[in-house]
Nanobody
Framework: QVQLVESGGGLVQAGGSLKLTCTASERIFRTYTGWFRQTPGQEREFVAAITWSDENTSYADSVKGRFTISTVNGRNTVVLQMDSLKAEDTAVYYC?????????????????WGRGTQVTVSS
């Protein structure tokens, strides 16, 4: 069973930065890797995604210009660089991998999920 492991969450002041990483336990076929976030009582929300084939990126409007998604380590690790953080970015952040061509902003399009990492931004 493939495992996705997120790291890099923590507590930061508003305006600060954090870098999240997501590494798969083995190389798997994927069409794209995405990051989602969730707060208590809310649905999981799309944050960003990167396409495996051409590394094309997509972002939610709420993070565009502040977050950057990229790959390293032969594209086995996906990085989410988060700058100019706001209190409303506070959430549990999840990494996910899709093996289909579904709509990348929908959580239902993803086949594998990590356990999540907490990001807390103090105002």
């Amino acid at each position: 069973q493939v495992q996705l492991v997120e790291s890099g969450g923590g507590l930061v002041q508003a305006g600060g930065s954090l870098k999240l990483t997501c590494t798969a336990s083995e190389r798997i076929f994927r069409t794209y890797t995405g990051w989602f976030r969730q707060t208590p009582g809310q649905e999981r929300e799309f944050v960003a995604a990167i396409t495996w084939s051409d590394e094309n990126t997509s972002y939610a409007d709420s993070v565009k210009g502040r977050f950057t998604i990229s790959t390293v380590n032969g594209r086995n690790t996906v990085v989410l660089q988060m700058d100019s953080l706001k209190a409303e970015d506070t959430a549990v952040y999840y990494c996910a991998v899709s093996q289909n061509d579904g709509r990348k902003w929908l959580s239902s399009a993803y086949d594998y999920w990590g356990r999540g990492t907490q990001v807390t931004v103090s105002s």
